[in-house]
């Protein structure tokens, strides 16, 4: 079991405080929702988390241990941040295999097999330089998944997917869910976080506050 452990973090940018004491804890089995205008502090605080970026005072906590103190980073955590910079002239199935080969956990099948569940041809020899917007996406979402990771941080996972696209990723993440895999998510897309999110927050001004799901229907 993961557990995520934020602890009065607060991050300050040239005299302006981004986030200010923000103090959250997230465990496995559960997706939450991070909702926000843009330049609220929804990416800054992945990064902290994720180890990109040292809070100005705070902690966060993975499983027990500080990052960027008693560890750099989590070894076992997949992400997606912004676009993720694929070689252009490669396939999708090359670009991964490239990837994978920096921790080799994932091996050729697995990621086949990943390519395959967020509906990409492995055996597909087109240039990630002619992808879609959406096929990058998915393209992004496996290499975020491929190698089986605890935690899942996702910011905007949806941008570019059709409507169809959209419900399989719901549905792959709710499964993820289900084994056990802690995953944070941004989204514009306010029906992505009631679907999806058993805890929400808003963050404002800095400032973290909780939000309850919409429920429809």
Not at 81 to 102: D, H, R, T
Not at 166 to 183: D, F, H, M, P, T
Request: with cysteine.
């Amino acid at each position: 079991m993961s557990v995520i452990k934020i602890e009065n973090v607060s991050v300050e940018f040239v005299g302006e405080k981004v986030l200010q004491e923000i103090n959250l804890q997230m465990e496995s089995k559960k997706i939450y929702g991070l909702i926000g205008r843009n330049g609220s502090g929804k990416s800054v605080l992945l990064r902290c988390i994720i180890g990109f970026l040292k809070p100005s005072s705070g902690d966060v906590w993975i499983n027990g241990k500080r990052i960027g103190k008693d560890m750099e980073f989590f070894d076992n955590i997949g992400f997606i941040l912004n676009s993720p910079g694929f070689l252009p002239e490669l396939s999708g199935f090359k670009n991964l295999c490239y990837l994978a080969s920096i921790k080799k956990i994932a091996d050729k099948k697995k990621i086949a097999e990943t390519m395959e569940l967020v509906g990409l041809d492995p055996k597909s020899r087109k240039s990630v330089a002619k992808y879609s917007l959406g096929m990058r996406q998915r393209l992004a979402i496996a290499q975020a998944i491929m190698e089986e990771p605890e935690i899942l941080i996702l910011d905007e996972p949806m941008n570019g997917l059709d409507e169809d696209a959209v419900e399989e990723i719901r549905a792959l993440l709710l499964e993820l869910k289900e084994k056990g895999v802690l995953i944070i998510i941004t989204s514009h897309n306010r029906e992505d976080i009631d679907v999806l999110c058993d805890e929400v927050y808003r963050i404002k001004k800095g400032k973290m506050l909780r939000e309850l799901p919409i429920i429809s229907g």
